[in-house]
């Protein structure tokens, strides 16, 4: 389940939740930290990544513009750490799971 964290959420969560998403992967990693948004978001749908995990509403807009793929995660968490949130990631991984499998729902949001 290939999903791209958006610049917005340090690329050191990859490490804290890889037991639960060893194909996450950070723009930062492929490259694309001077990309805008919607750059991303294209980038994302090209290479075939299921999902867009990031912290801000822009994505969501984008997929109400341009349709799914990719869904997007967004965590409404405020600002928090990123053990926290790794930890958020974790605790949720099963319903992530579900939301990537289900054909319903494009946009997944994750509360604190």
């Known amino acids: 389940m290939p999903i791209l964290f958006d610049q917005n959420i340090s690329y050191r969560v990859l490490n804290l939740i890889s037991t639960e998403f060893p194909d996450a992967t950070h723009v930062r990693l492929i490259g694309l930290t001077d990309f805008n948004d919607y750059q991303i978001f294209m980038h994302a749908r090209r290479e075939d990544f299921e999902a867009i995990v990031t912290l801000d509403e822009d ?19 405020g600002n928090c750490s990123t053990a926290i949130l790794a930890q958020i990631l974790l605790d949720n991984a099963d319903l992530i799971r579900q939301f990537l499998n289900d054909e319903t729902f494009d946009c997944l949001e994750i509360f604190k």
């Open 59 to 77: 994505f969501s807009l984008l997929q109400l513009e341009h349709k799914a793929p990719p869904k997007i995660i967004w965590l409404r968490t």
